[in-house]
C-alpha cells in the first residue's frame, strides 16, 4: 500500500520482506541452537548426576563396628579365600562383617557319625587359643550332601567322606574371635553309673560279636561283652564285664 501511495518504491518493499524473512529465518536457527545447546546441557548434567551416583556406590559403609573379614567362594575341596588381585564374578560375596554377638563354628561330621548328631544336640567347644576353657553351643545345620574329607597337610582330598557341620555358640565373650580355631564335642548321648573301658581294648569276631581280652589270675580269657553308647575314646559296656576287671588293649602274645 506504501509502495501504491509514492512513500516507498517497490523494490525497497520487496528488499524489506526479504530482510524479515531473513531475521525470521536467523530466529529459527538461533532457537534450534539454543534447544540443541540445552539438550547439551540436559546430557552434561544427567551424565554428572550418574557419575556422582556411581562414586557413591564405590564406596561401602560398614553398618557398625566390628572387623572385616575376607569372605570364602566355591566349596568342600575348591573353597578358596578371597585375594587380592583376583577377578570377581557378578554377586560374588567380597567380604563381611561378623556379628561376634551370634559366633558360629564350622566343622566337620564324618559320615559314619551321621546318624548319631541331630539339630539342637549340645556341643563342648574349646579354642586353641584358650585350651584350659570350654564353651558351650548347640548343633545348628548338617550339611546335606557329603563330600571328600580335605588333608589339611597336603590340601589333598581322602578317602574319608564328611558333612558340613555348623554349631551356634552360646551366648557371647570377648575371648570370641572370627577366624581362631576350635574343637568340638558333641554330647550325642549322657550315662550315669556305668561300665565303660578303652575303645581300642574291643575286638570284633567274624559274626561282628564283641568280646575283650581280660585278665584272670594268671591266666588270659577271652570274654564276650554288649557294648552301649560309645565316644572316640570310651565304649559303654552294657553286659559281661563288672567294675574293677582287668582288660587288655592288645592282642595277648602267644
Known amino acids: 500500500e506504501l509502495a501504491k501511495k509514492g512513500f516507498v518504491v517497490e523494490s525497497e518493499v520487496e528488499q524489506a520482506r526479504l530482510e524479515y524473512l531473513e531475521m525470521q529465518s536467523t530466529t529459527r536457527s538461533l532457537e534450534s541452537v539454543v534447544q540443541a545447546r540445552q539438550a547439551d546441557v540436559d546430557r552434561a548434567r544427567s551424565n554428572f548426576r550418574n557419575q556422582v551416583r556411581k562414586l557413591e556406590?564405590?564406596?561401602?559403609?560398614?553398618?557398625?563396628?566390628?572387623?572385616?573379614?575376607?569372605?570364602?567362594?566355591?566349596?568342600?575341596?575348591?573353597?578358596?579365600?578371597?585375594?587380592?588381585?583376583?577377578?570377581?564374578?557378578?554377586?560374588?560375596?567380597?567380604?563381611?562383617?561378623?556379628?561376634?554377638?551370634?559366633?558360629?563354628?564350622?566343622?566337620?561330621?564324618?559320615?559314619?557319625?551321621?546318624?548319631?548328631?541331630?539339630?539342637?544336640?549340645?556341643?563342648?567347644?574349646?579354642?586353641?587359643?584358650?585350651?584350659?576353657?570350654?564353651?558351650?553351643?548347640?548343633?545348628?545345620?548338617?550339611?546335606?550332601?557329603?563330600?571328600?574329607?580335605?588333608?589339611?597337610?597336603?590340601?589333598?582330598?581322602?578317602?574319608?567322606?564328611?558333612?558340613?557341620?555348623?554349631?551356634?555358640?552360646?551366648?557371647?565373650?570377648?575371648?570370641?574371635?572370627?577366624?581362631?580355631?576350635a574343637s568340638i564335642n558333641i554330647i550325642v548321648s549322657k550315662q550315669k553309673d556305668v561300665v565303660y573301658i578303652p575303645i581300642e581294648s574291643v575286638f570284633t569276631t567274624d559274626k561282628n560279636r564283641k568280646f575283650v581280652y581280660m585278665k584272670e589270675g594268671n591266666d588270659i580269657e577271652r570274654r564276650m561283652i554288649e557294648t552301649g553308647v560309645s565316644n572316640d575314646l570310651y565304649v559303654e559296656v552294657k553286659n559281661g564285664l563288672e567294675e574293677d576287671d582287668i582288660v587288655l588293649l592288645d592282642i595277648p602274645q602267644e
Open 57 to 181: 556406590e564405590s564406596y561401602i559403609l560398614a553398618p557398625r563396628e566390628g572387623v572385616v573379614v575376607y569372605a570364602s567362594y566355591g566349596s568342600g575341596a575348591a573353597s578358596r579365600k578371597v585375594e587380592v588381585g583376583m577377578v570377581p564374578f557378578e554377586g560374588m560375596d567380597l567380604m563381611y562383617l561378623p556379628d561376634v554377638s551370634t559366633m558360629q563354628v564350622k566343622s566337620e561330621l564324618n559320615e559314619v557319625d551321621l546318624d548319631k548328631v541331630r539339630i539342637d544336640q549340645p556341643v563342648e567347644i574349646r579354642l586353641d587359643a584358650f585350651p584350659d576353657t570350654s564353651f558351650t553351643g548347640r548343633v545348628k545345620n548338617i550339611g546335606t550332601l557329603a563330600r571328600r574329607k580335605v588333608n589339611p597337610a597336603t590340601g589333598k582330598t581322602t578317602g574319608t567322606k564328611v558333612f558340613d557341620l555348623l554349631v551356634q555358640v552360646d551366648g557371647s565373650d570377648v575371648r570370641l574371635k572370627p577366624g581362631l580355631s
